[in-house]
């Protein structure tokens, strides 16, 4: 083969790539369904303290989308038993995202528990708000709102990453660059 039409292979090669990565979407949306089909498959999440002498259980979780301030939350109700004792109630919290290139999942970061309304029981609330807001970050430390299938950041066969995460109001949405 002369080196002519190797040059002119290289360079038809070089061109089609570049076509490639201009028709690679840069951004994609994790739809607001999606997450929250997510969210309820991770749901009711037990948790135990000091062998079993306080249980909380989080259940009935709701998704909310914050766009403009870049934050995600979740709401949901709760039970708390200690002892003798029954607390039940609601909170809001709220989040920022953030990407594990490792794990290919995108995760709740920095929880914070917005309120905490006890149906009974308040004078237990800064012990129970204090536990719930230890106990929705542990959960986002190792449950992810998405986590992407081995093929999912592979667009025409090239593979993409994700740069960075914001909260639109139909869901999350990631900006993609080519690898």
């Known amino acids: 083969m002369n080196k ?10 070089m061109f089609a790539l570049t076509c490639c990565a201009a028709i690679i979407p840069r951004e994609h949306v994790i739809s607001t369904e999606k997450l929250t089909t997510t969210l ?9 303290k000091a062998g079993g ?12 989308l914050n766009p403009a301030m870049n934050r995600v ?38 929880v914070s528990l917005d309120s905490l309304h006890l149906k009974q029981g308040n004078q237990l609330a800064g012990m129970l708000r204090q536990e719930i807001n230890r ?12 986590r992407f299938k081995p093929d999912e950041l592979a667009i025409l066969g090239i593979k ?14 990631l900006h993609l660059r080519p690898l």
């Open 40 to 48: 309820q498959q991770q749901f009711p999440f037990h948790w135990e």
């Open 4 to 13: 002519c039409f190797q040059k002119l292979l290289v360079a038809a090669f």
């Open 53 to 64: 002498l306080l249980k909380i259980t989080i259940d009935e979780p709701v998704l909310t």
């Open 135 to 146: 106990l929705l970050n542990k959960y986002a430390v190792n449950h992810p709102v998405y």
């Open 73 to 110: 939350g979740v709401n949901g109700h709760f039970l708390a038993h200690a002892t003798l004792l029954d607390i039940e109630g609601n909170f809001t919290s709220s989040s920022l995202l953030q990407y594990d290139p490792k794990q290919r999942a995108v995760f709740l970061q920095g």
């Open 160 to 173: 993409v990453d994700v740069e960075s995460i914001a909260v639109v109001p139909n869901g999350i949405m």
